[in-house]
């Protein structure tokens, strides 16, 4: 990380602070100086900042060490002046995973209000009257500090943690990029609402506002690539150089096909329509059953999962994903124009992720700094 030194590590993750950190604590010192010109206030300021940075550490090892549980590593937390950025080897794609990920960070605040809450109980302490920094109890201080963070991270917009919830909890029924488009729209809204409200007065709402806005932006940039996987109709993935079967045709010729070429299931057609399905298992168990002279159309499975070549190649894929066979004929107005199959979609998609990949890289600036915070907050 640029413009950072490591502090530590914590549960294999190294901690970074940024090079502008301590011209914030420089800031809040003076700031606390300002107020009685006692120095005591400075050291009690200070503290405060430093156990508020420790919770936001906190904070984000509950998002890293959630996705660590679904495979996610985290190269770093880096600490910066507007709060932390965890940032995960790869975002989580399936949605539910997202979702937990997302929810670990304030679940964190929660558990660490509720502890406490629990400590102010137990302490007769009062927690009523909020954050006093200088004359506060520490503890109703931090109380009041993690439902804060916890409230302000579930605002349901990029680049807060609510701002994925909403992502995750659409992308259940709508899909990654329909999802994203939407939680952006919600997130450039409530940005307008709050810079609306900030011009009332208030300019630290107006700087959140520029925040949230350029969150959203960002976020709907960065899938833009992904969305291409989204949009990409079937007829550009497919595969349309196969063999077909009439149904009359024999098993034996069947199995010399399949022996011949690369291809191991077979739709089966009756002057371009779509009859049937012939997969290497079936081949199997027919010639087993009833001999390479049987014909196709006694074996063939006749109700055949199909693709429209029109539709979204995710669409498709999640169809195949849920059927039982490897292999699914492609129709354009009920004629077969071409095949799927899941390890060829797994090539296309590992050959569309290396393109993106290739395409970010290029749009990166030439020294390699300002790499696109994807980072966790
Ligand atoms: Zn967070």
């Not at 932390?84 to 399936?94: N, S």
């Not at 990949?357 to 030439?366: E, L, N, T, W």
Request: charge should be positive.
């Amino acid at each position: 990380v640029k413009w950072s030194w490591r502090i530590g590590r914590l549960a294999g993750i190294d901690i970074f602070v940024h090079m502008t950190f301590p011209l914030l604590l420089l800031w809040a010192g003076m700031s606390y100086y300002g107020i009685r010109r006692d120095p005591t206030d400075v050291a009690v300021g200070l503290a405060f900042v430093g156990m508020l940075f420790g919770i936001v550490v906190l904070h984000e090892l509950g998002h890293a060490l959630m996705a660590r549980r679904f495979g996610i590593g985290t190269s770093d937390i880096t600490l910066l002046p507007i709060g932390g950025v965890a940032r995960l080897i790869r975002m989580p794609e399936e949605p539910r995973q997202e979702f937990l990920v997302a929810l670990a960070g304030p679940a964190v605040n929660v558990v660490l209000a509720v502890l406490l809450g629990a400590v102010a109980a137990l302490t007769d302490l009062p927690l009523r009257g909020g954050v006093d920094i200088l004359s506060g109890h520490p503890v109703r201080n931090l109380f009041w500090v993690n439902i804060g963070l916890a409230l302000f991270n579930m605002v349901p917009a990029f680049p807060m943690d609510g701002g994925r919830v909403l992502r995750s909890l659409l992308a259940m029924r709508l899909g990654h990029p329909r999802a994203t488009r939407i939680a952006a729209i919600v997130g450039q809204f409530l940005a307008l609402a709050l810079g609306g409200l900030g011009l009332m007065g208030n300019p630290v709402l107006v700087l959140i506002a520029v925040f949230v806005w350029m969150g959203a932006k960002g976020e709907a940039a960065a899938i833009s690539t992904e969305t291409v996987r989204g949009e990409v109709p079937v007829r550009i993935a497919m595969i349309t150089d196969f063999q077909r079967l009439e149904p009359t045709a024999s098993l034996g010729v069947a199995a010399h096909m399949a022996l011949r070429g690369v291809q191991s299931d077979f739709p089966v057609s009756e002057h371009g329509r779509l009859v049937g399905l012939l997969s290497a298992d079936r081949l199997v168990q027919g010639i087993r059953s009833v001999g390479p002279a049987g014909r196709v159309e006694q074996v063939m499975v006749r109700e055949v999962v199909t693709a429209d070549s029109d539709e979204p190649i995710e669409a498709a894929f999640a169809r195949l994903q849920a059927s039982r066979e490897r292999c699914m004929p492609v129709l354009t107005s009920g004629v077969l124009v071409g095949l799927l199959t899941r390890d060829h979609l797994a090539a296309f998609f590992t050959l569309q992720s290396a393109a993106a990949d290739h395409h970010r890289r290029s749009r990166q600036p030439a020294h390699g700094e300002a790499e696109p915070q994807r980072g966790w907050r």
